[in-house]
C-alpha cells in the first residue's frame, strides 16, 4: 500500500539524513494523517494519489511565482521537492490517451461546442486524478471545435 511505502521510505530518509526527502515525506504523512482524521477512516491509494497530486500542483506554482520573482534558489528547491513527490505520484495518462477517452465521451453524449462543461465533468470522473485538468481541458476544447 503508497501509505507504508510512504512510511518506510521516510523512515529511511531519515537514517540516510536526506534532509529534501524526510522534509517532503513528513509533510505528505501530515497531509495523509490530516485527511483520515477529517475522514475518520484510512485513506485509500486512490484518495493518496490526490493528495500527493495536489502537493505537486503547489510545488508547480511555487516554482513559477519564484521563477518570476528572480529567486533561482528557491525555485531550484521546490524543484528538488517535485521530483521526489513524482516517484510517489499515480501514474498519469499520455496525451495519445485523453484524446481517446475525450473522443469517446463526446460521442456518447453526442455533445456540441456548447456543451463544453458536461464532457469536462464526464471525462474528469472517467480519469479520476490520472490526468491534469488543464491539459484535459485543452483536448476537449480540440475537440469540441
Excluded: H, W
Excluded at 2 to 29: C, G, H, Y
Aim: glycine letters at 2%; zero cysteines; aromatic letters at 4%.
Amino acid at each position: 500500500m503508497l501509505k507504508e511505502k510512504i512510511f518506510e521510505d521516510l523512515k529511511q530518509a531519515m537514517k540516510e539524513r536526506n534532509e529534501i526527502k524526510t522534509r517532503v515525506l513528513r509533510l505528505l504523512s501530515s497531509a495523509i494523517k490530516n485527511f483520515e482524521v477529517e475522514k475518520m477512516s484510512s485513506a485509500t491509494d486512490e484518495e493518496i494519489g490526490k493528495l500527493i497530486l495536489k502537493e505537486m500542483k503547489k510545488r508547480q506554482e511555487s516554482i513559477l511565482a519564484y521563477k518570476n520573482a528572480n529567486r533561482e534558489d528557491l525555485a531550484l528547491e521546490e524543484e528538488k521537492e517535485l521530483e521526489i513527490l513524482k516517484e510517489y505520484a499515480p501514474k498519469m495518462l499520455s496525451e495519445e490517451e485523453i484524446r481517446e477517452i475525450v473522443k469517446k465521451t463526446i460521442d456518447e453524449l453526442n455533445a456540441t461546442p456548447k456543451d463544453f462543461g458536461k464532457v469536462m465533468k464526464e471525462v474528469m470522473s472517467k480519469l479520476k486524478g490520472r490526468a491534469d485538468g488543464s491539459l484535459v481541458s485543452k483536448v476537449v476544447k480540440e475537440q469540441l471545435s
